[in-house]
């Protein structure tokens, strides 16, 4: 109610995709060998007839024809800059005569065979950052870059060179199967509606009755939900109803590469001591003061560093420590690991510190400093709550 003052109106992902049917791009058409509009007059074509449709410039041997009249003739190795809406480049491109440029040594699949879509890059996607070139879209999903639209205008330099960002609807040329494949992965959001293929359409009794299993045999702990959800997993690998490319493409590497990381920490800290030492040095200093404000502290250590790294290793590197403290000061070691688990898990100041937080960041067009404005206050007042009601709960000695 109060954080939504406090935060300025900006645009969405979800504004994004509701503009897309009002949306124009600019693309560029070469008059390749062969083809009948050669040694035509503009206005002898049948561009006239595709309503939302402009000619902007015609570039010969390096020069540009700006504004083209009817009567200019097109020639062989013509580039055409056009601007329109998706729709009437796809028209277009139906007409014949008229080639999409493409990337630079990259042949396309045939017209016939092809779909034109619009895609958006996601704020997880790798692409962000890299140029067309880069991105090798052609190379992962046989898709050709016909044109990009950002934040309400087109881009019209080379393609292959423009570096992509967050929120850049692009156009693409691509096959069924490629359109496919962007859709199962974190990097395009397309933006065209396809139909769920039947192999997948069979698959759903299995997937909904392995869900509902897990659910119902780790409410009654039956076994640990780790052990449900990996049986799970495997049950709809072995049934074809998840690809063996779609469960590593699901896992963050990075994410598990970290927790490795932090086990490790963790258990060489309590090995060498180092732990001890660390608790030793807080005794020292919080000792003879309250074991509420000895809780308040570990609390404001673990949420500050849940806004930086994973919240399992904060978990992970807090939890020793906390334990060898509240055993030396003679306290209940339950009030705070309970204080541990909350702190890590309340992560509102960064965008960085949640994958919650990483998604709505990008696609509700927030900016970090938002989280700050909102997120700070709300952490103030769960560590206020939390340092009140643990110890009521779970008492301290």
């Avoid at 561009?47 to 402009?54: D, G, V």
């Avoid at 705070?336 to 992560?347: E, H, N, P």
């Avoid at 696609?363 to 110890?391: E, H, M, W």
Wanted: glycine residues 8%.
């Amino acid at each position: 109610f109060i954080g939504r003052h406090l935060l300025p109106s900006r645009e969405s992902l979800a504004a994004l995709v509701s503009s897309i049917s009002t949306r124009d791009y600019t693309a560029i058409f070469d008059i390749a060998a062969g083809s009948p509009v050669h040694g035509r007059p503009l206005g002898g074509t049948d561009l006239h007839k595709i309503a939302s449709l402009r000619v902007q410039r015609i570039i010969r041997a390096g020069e540009t024809i700006d504004r083209p009249r009817a009567d200019t003739v097109l020639q062989t190795g013509d580039s055409l800059i056009i601007g329109g809406n998706v729709n009437a480049l796809v028209e277009l491109e139906a007409l014949g005569g008229w080639q999409p440029r493409e990337q630079k040594g990259v042949t396309g699949p045939r017209a016939e065979e092809t779909l034109i879509v619009e895609a958006v890059v996601t704020n997880q996607s790798h692409l962000t950052g890299r140029t067309v070139g880069e991105s090798r879209l052609w190379e992962k999903y046989h898709a050709l870059v016909l044109a990009i639209h950002r934040h309400g205008e087109n881009i019209t330099q080379n393609i292959r060179d423009v570096r992509l960002q967050f929120g850049d609807t692009i156009l693409l040329r691509l096959t069924p199967p490629a359109m496919a494949q962007i859709r199962s992965g974190n990097d395009l959001l397309v933006l065209s509606d396809t139909a769920l293929p039947e192999a997948r359409r069979r698959t759903r009794p299995i997937v909904l009755g392995v869900l509902g299993a897990v659910i119902i045999l780790a409410t009654f702990n039956v076994y640990p939900i780790s052990v449900l959800a990996l049986t799970g997993v495997v049950v709809l690998v072995l049934t074809r109803a998840l690809q063996m490319r779609e469960v590593y493409d699901a896992v963050d590497w990075r994410i598990v590469t970290m927790i490795v990381g932090m086990i490790a920490l963790g258990t060489a800290m309590e090995k060498t001591g180092a732990s001890a030492a660390i608790a030793g040095g807080i005794v020292h200093q919080f000792g003879q003061t309250s074991p509420v404000l000895v809780l308040a502290s570990f609390y404001l250590v673990a949420t500050v560093l849940t806004e930086l790294i994973s919240n399992n290793a904060v978990a992970i590197l807090m939890t020793p420590i906390a334990m060898q403290t509240a055993t030396t000061l003679h306290l209940n070691p339950i009030p705070f690991l309970v204080a541990i688990m909350f702190a890590a898990s309340a992560s509102f100041a960064t965008p960085i510190g949640y994958q919650t937080n990483t998604f709505v960041y990008g696609a509700g067009g927030y900016r970090f400093q938002d989280f700050l404005k909102v997120g700070v206050p709300l952490n103030a007042i769960f560590l206020c709550t939390s340092t009140l009601l643990i110890p009521l709960i779970f008492p301290l000695k």
